[in-house]
């Protein structure tokens, strides 16, 4: 079956950064896009970032443009979130997801359980 296992969350100071890394198993990884979403409290949930299948496309929030980098490893069925400049206003459960075709156009069909970030001094 398909799992998505989020790892790399925690605790860090306004202007650290973190990388998020997704294992992912169970499918053909290299034939889907992926992308991370994320949730604060009392907040609905928000798309992060996406990348295409190949890697060769990626798409981005405004809040996070310049900030964030999404990247996939398809030798390793891994897909990373670097976070540099975090803000406290990152603080979030961060989830990787699946999309249901190549591009990141097609809807999210499985969630990982999420990874807590926590941006504060």
């Known amino acids: 079956q398909v799992q998505l296992v989020e790892s790399g969350g925690g605790l860090v100071q306004p202007g650290g950064s973190l990388r998020l890394s997704c294992a992912a198993s169970?499918?053909?990884?290299?034939?889907?896009?992926m992308s991370w979403y994320r949730q604060a409290p009392g907040k609905e949930r928000e798309l992060v970032a996406a990348?295409?299948?190949?890697?060769?496309?990626?798409n981005y929030a405004d809040s996070i443009k310049g900030r964030f980098t999404i990247s996939r490893d398809n030798a390793k069925n891994t897909v990373y979130l670097q976070m540099n400049s975090l803000k406290p206003e990152d603080t979030a459960v961060y989830y990787c997801t699946k999309r249901a075709g190549g591009t990141y156009s097609r809807r999210v069909d499985y969630w990982g359980q999420g990874t807590q970030v926590t941006v504060s001094s």
């Open positions: 169970g499918f053909t990884f290299s034939s889907y896009a």
């Open positions: 990348i295409t299948s190949t890697g060769g496309s990626t």
